[in-house]
T-cell receptor, first 113, second 113 residues
């Protein structure tokens, strides 16, 4: 069982449409990160959300952290072909002051022109 | 500033051959992570280092895999002997200990025939 469940796994929509993808868990987190991975590249950080209920905007992307800090959503308005990629959520895990990230499986998003 | 640099970008080899993947982290970063990404299993952490010391290698699939970090600016991941099931994209990422934001290289696409 994945600690972070991302849905949907795959989404293909037309340019100009709106969409929302989700990252859910039964655990509470101090923060959550969203990364985007474009084809042939490594993941790149988009945003970190820290406070329950927090909303952050990055141009046409809106990120929300759930009130209970167990889940997060990413909403894209008027999607563009440049938004195509794999969207990954991740949370920090630490043991003995050593940090690593736990990753969701990702949502593969294709925006058709 | 240069990001994380991985080489080679592509590697095609035959089963049984030794493969060495290389990574140069961002200068000043003291954590380095090796990941493997496949369609079936997503992004898997293989091993990570803090200050050149291996912290957690529980993700290394088996004894055929080994990783070293001889100094703060260089790490290798070696597979010997390689098998077709090792075919995947291997990513290296680095971060500072203070901030758990990971910066990824462009990856090495490995094909074992």
């Amino acid at each position: 069982t994945q600690l972070l469940e991302q849905s949907p796994q795959f989404l293909s929509i037309q340019e100009g449409e709106n969409l929302t993808v989700y990252c859910n868990s039964s655990s509470v987190f101090s923060s959550l990160q969203w990364y985007r991975q474009e084809p042939g590249e490594g993941p790149v950080l988009l945003v970190t959300v820290v406070t329950g209920g927090e909303v952050k905007k990055l141009k046409r992307l809106t990120f929300q952290f759930g009130d209970a800090r167990k889940d997060s959503s990413l909403h894209i308005t008027a999607a563009q072909p440049g938004d195509t990629g794999l969207y990954l959520c991740a949370v920090s895990y630490s043991m003995d002051s050593n940090y690593q990230l736990i990753w969701g499986a990702g949502t593969k998003l294709i925006i058709k022109p | 500033d240069a990001g994380v640099i991985q080489s080679p970008r592509h590697e095609v080899t035959e089963m049984g051959q030794e493969v060495t993947l290389r990574c140069k982290p961002i200068s000043g970063h003291n954590s380095l992570f090796w990941y493997r990404q496949t369609m079936m299993r997503g992004l898997e952490l293989l091993i990570y280092f803090n200050n050149n010391v291996p912290i957690d290698d529980s993700g290394m699939p088996e004894d055929r895999f080994s990783a070293k970090m001889p100094n703060a600016s260089f790490s290798t991941l070696k597979i010997q002997p390689s098998e077709p099931r090792d075919s995947a994209v291997y990513f290296c990422a680095s971060s500072t200990l203070a901030k758990n934001i990971q910066y990824f290289g462009a990856g090495t696409r490995l094909s074992v025939l």
